[in-house]
């Protein structure tokens, strides 16, 4: 049976003969009651208050669980992030290799042609000085076949009295060539 402080300020006690004084159980048993109240009302406190710390454990163990879990998920995505920006780099880098073959391929295929541009060049450089060269050495020999012509009809005419300058065929063709 549970007692309350009640209980204990009503309980009645038989009367003997030779018993105890009733003003003192009666002083004894509401002084028994008060403490016996207030160890209740402080149990019930205590009670509360393990109530109250049992809740907040409770909160701090999930508090506690939901930051493991999120720490976990972050060293997760920040591995994943750092594992996706090299795979990131290694293409960049990778493509940018490629190009730069592309490049040099291209620079390489550009030079040939230039080459032999400037040896298509060169030939026909040649070739044109060679004819050139043939040209006027056949107009030099015209030139002198016609100034013995010349020469001759200067002559004639000379003689004749026409007064006529001699020109020198040689002079004008070593004048033309520089």
Same mark, same amino acid.
């Given at each position: %049976?549970?007692?309350? @402080?009640?209980?204990?300020?009503?309980?009645?006690?038989? !009367?003997? %003969?030779?018993?105890?004084? @009733?003003?003192?159980?009666?002083?004894?048993?509401? %002084?028994?009651s008060k403490e016996f109240e207030d160890l209740l009302k402080h149990n019930k406190e205590l009670k509360?208050?393990?109530?109250?710390l049992d809740t907040q454990m409770k909160d701090?163990? +999930?508090?506690?669980? *939901?930051? #493991?879990q999120t720490l976990t998920q972050a060293q997760e995505t920040a591995e994943k992030s750092l594992e996706n920006s090299r795979k990131?780099?290694?293409?960049i880098v990778q493509e940018a290799e490629l190009k730069a073959? +592309?490049?040099?391929? #291209?620079? #390489?295929?550009?030079?040939?042609?230039? !080459?032999?541009?400037?040896?298509?060049?060169k030939a026909k450089k040649e070739a044109m000085l060679s004819r050139l060269k043939v040209?006027?050495?056949s107009e030099v020999d015209l030139l002198k076949a016609l100034e013995l012509d010349d020469d001759e009809q200067? +002559? #004639?005419? %000379?003689?004749?009295? *026409?007064?006529?300058?001699?020109f020198d065929v040689d002079e004008i063709v070593r004048t033309l060539d520089t």
């Open positions: %049976m549970k007692l309350t @402080p009640i209980d204990i300020k009503k309980q009645e006690f038989k !009367k003997g %003969m030779r018993g105890f004084d @009733p003003v003192e159980v009666e002083t004894f048993l509401d %002084m028994v509360d208050k393990v109530l109250e701090y163990k +999930q508090l506690e669980t *939901t930051l #493991r990131e780099a290694q293409l073959n +592309q490049i040099v391929d #291209r620079a #390489r295929v550009d030079l040939s042609k230039v !080459k032999e541009e400037v040896s298509t060049l040209l006027l050495h200067l +002559q #004639r005419s %000379m003689s004749k009295g *026409t007064g006529k300058a001699n």
